[in-house]
Structure formats: structure tokens, C-alpha cells
């Protein structure tokens, strides 16, 4: 089975060769995901902002499928890597890559292959199913994510307060999004 942005792009543009579709995928699902990036709420009580990061990745893991889908969001991260500004902070380059967000970020990494992995057996494609594979991705990025502020905050319990309880409502309402969106795309290609 495949997912949605290659059957998009092969239809749109059947006679272009796999590999150049490959990287121009991987290209705009990093640029879709520094984007999202920009739209932020700073919260006074964490220092992990709420961004709509999170619904890209969830997106363009189950568009792009495992392979592209990882290998979107680590070209995201080099991006921010060589001082670009695709962070949700106006920070970037490697120094931003030691602060409080790089368990999140590698989470978008793993969170995009799994979330990909589903979709490439069908589960993206209805509101019931899709909601798996985005719960999944949400929760690898939360565990990156919490794990590394754990260590930043020399505690477990006070970066479960600062790194995960004040997004569970706002990421939640992403995963029901996306949950809306992906399976309206398939629905309006077919």
C-alpha cells in the first residue's frame, strides 16, 4: 500500500524519476514542518513552547510513509542544525540542539517512521483507524521528549509537569485533526 503524497505526486507528475520525487517530499515535509514550527504559544510555566509541530509531523509521517517520513524530520533538524530558522524558538544550530527541546525534536524522528510504518498498511486512510498511528507518534514524541527534559531538569517528575501535562489537551486536539484531515485527503484523491 502506499500513502498519500507519493500517490499525489505520481499521478501529478507520472513520468518524473522515484528518486527526485523522494527528495521533493522529503523537502516539504521539513519546510511543512518549520512552518508549523512558527505558529507558537509561549506558556510562562514550561520552557517547551506549544507549536503546531507536532500536527506536521503527524501529517507528514503518515503522507510520506516511514522512510521519507524520518528522513524529512532529521533534515529538519539539520536544517535548525546549520542555523536556519526552523525552530519553534527565534534560536538555531547546533547550540539549540543541547537545549530543553532535542528529546521532542528526535522524537519527531522516530515518531514520523512509526507513524509512516501504520500508514503504509492503510491505517491513515479512515477517521476510526487513523487515530492510532497519531496517538503512537504523539506518545514517542512525548517519551523523547519528557526523557531528555528529565535529564535538563534533573527530574522525572518535574518535566512530566513542564514537558507533558500542560500540551495533553492541545496535542489531542492535533491528533483529532489530523485524524480529520488525512483521511478527507484520501477521500478527495480517490
Do not use: H, N
Request: glycine share 10%; hydrophobic share 60%.
Amino acid at each position: 500500500m502506499t500513502t498519500l503524497a507519493p500517490t499525489i505526486y505520481t499521478r501529478t507528475f507520472p513520468c518524473a524519476a522515484s528518486w527526485l520525487r523522494d527528495v521533493i517530499l522529503i523537502v516539504l515535509g521539513a519546510l511543512f514542518v518549520a512552518a508549523l514550527a512558527q505558529v507558537k504559544i509561549a506558556l510562562p510555566f514550561t520552557p517547551v513552547p506549544l507549536t503546531g509541530q507536532t500536527f506536521a509531523v503527524l501529517l507528514v509521517g503518515a503522507t510520506l510513509g516511514s522512510k521519507r517520513g524520518a528522513a524529512s524530520m532529521a533534515l529538519y533538524m539539520a536544517l535548525g542544525a546549520l542555523g536556519l530558522p526552523v525552530f519553534a524558538g527565534s534560536e538555531a544550530g547546533l547550540a539549540y540542539l543541547s537545549g530543553a527541546t532535542l528529546g521532542y525534536l528526535i522524537g519527531f524522528v522516530m515518531a514520523a517512521y512509526v507513524i509512516g510504518l501504520l500508514a503504509e498498511r492503510g491505517l491513515e486512510r479512515s477517521v476510526r483507524t487513523s487515530l492510532l498511528p497519531f496517538l503512537v507518534g504523539t506518545v514517542i514524541i512525548y517519551v523523547c521528549g519528557v526523557a531528555w527534559l528529565a535529564i535538563m531538569l534533573g527530574s522525572l517528575s518535574k518535566a512530566i509537569t513542564a514537558g507533558l501535562l500542560p500540551f495533553l489537551i492541545g496535542d489531542a486536539i492535533k491528533l483529532i485533526a489530523a485524524s480529520l484531515v488525512l483521511p478527507a485527503a484520501w477521500k478527495l484523491v480517490r
